[in-house]
């Protein structure tokens, strides 16, 4: 059966990728610090025989015994206060991790998918964003030491396809949401939640009209896992739900749903701050018929659900 080291396995999308490679019959080599991730997110996967868990940095020099068909490279901080908070550690993992997985992936003879982001396209000025799309980065601001670090292991990823030939898939995610997210993660949704679970103010960046475009973590490691599967090779694949909405639409849309009567309250934006987030998926629908299906409401309402039960411990 197929083997799999990833990287990042125990933070919140790396996890959910390591539960569906094991429902789908995989063995699964989980590398991670523990920096943000969390082994609490693999109590399902403890429980497989094929899965073991190694916690490491993944920028140090990596070896992993035995047979291995795809490194999928998962680590990296990736919501802003965490990236703000280990800003050179975030640069090292998207350099030297990026490097020391591609040369496990080169040593294996295995395939290697790379977890990038939105973010390479910084504060776009292209709506929706397309893959073609270069971005509009700012690379000495704050944000840039995870727009950067992520556009780096894109090149990097690509260098080793096309010097090695190293079978590269990169997957551009845009924001994601859905059960195993931190409490104090920092990003939007798991904020709002909190804040309105707890009856507090919800606080809101600017006057809340940037948009952003949430996909479930179902639907996004359901694209992940179509992409892995598929012949598409040397290509980088946007992945998120084009369905747009307002950031002052998603708080009052999480208070309503979480029947909280939390005031909403402004706050500065922070720097670099994009106005607007939409991912252009018309390649991952052509290459492996991918779209997301989880309505906002209901994938917003599951959250929810699973944080009023698990955050109340």
Request: aromatic content about 8%; hydrophobic content about 40%; overall charge negative.
């Amino acid at each position: 059966m197929p083997r799999a080291v990833v990287t990042g396995g125990a933070g919140f999308l790396g996890s959910h990728l390591c539960d569906r490679l094991l429902a789908e019959g995989w063995e699964v080599v989980c590398l991670d610090s523990l920096l943000t991730g969390d082994a609490a997110n693999l109590a399902q996967a403890f429980s497989h025989e094929r899965f073991r868990f190694e916690s490491y940095d993944v920028t140090n020099y990596l070896r992993v015994e035995g047979p291995v068909a795809w490194v999928l490279h998962f680590a990296s901080p990736a919501s802003p206060r965490d990236y703000l908070e280990n800003p050179i550690h975030t640069l090292k993992v998207g350099a030297l991790g990026t490097h020391r997985a591609l040369g496990l992936a080169k040593a294996k003879g295995a395939g290697f998918m790379l977890a990038s982001t939105s973010e390479v396209y910084g504060d776009p000025k292209v709506h929706p964003q397309p893959e073609s799309y270069w971005g509009h980065v700012n690379p000495v601001g704050p944000r840039g030491v995870y727009d950067e670090a992520k556009r780096y292991a894109e090149a990097m990823a690509m260098a080793y396809h096309r010097t090695h030939g190293v079978p590269v898939k990169i997957c551009r995610i845009f924001n994601t949401y859905g059960p195993r997210m931190r409490r104090q993660d920092g990003r939007a949704v798991p904020t709002f939640i909190d804040q309105a679970l707890r009856g507090e103010p919800i606080t809101v960046h600017g006057d809340g009209s940037q948009t952003r475009s949430l996909c479930y973590v179902e639907d996004m490691i359901e694209g992940i896992w179509r992409f892995l599967v598929s012949d598409a090779v040397g290509v980088e694949v946007n992945l998120g739900n084009p369905e747009e909405t307002t950031v002052l639409d998603l708080a009052r849309t999480i208070a309503s749903l979480a029947g909280s009567g939390s005031d909403l309250v402004f706050t500065e934006r922070p720097i670099d701050d994009p106005e607007v987030r939409c991912p252009d998926i018309s390649r991952a629908t052509g290459l492996f018929g991918w779209r997301p299906r989880v309505p906002l409401s209901d994938g917003l309402q599951r959250t929810i659900d699973w944080a009023r039960e698990t955050w109340r411990a």
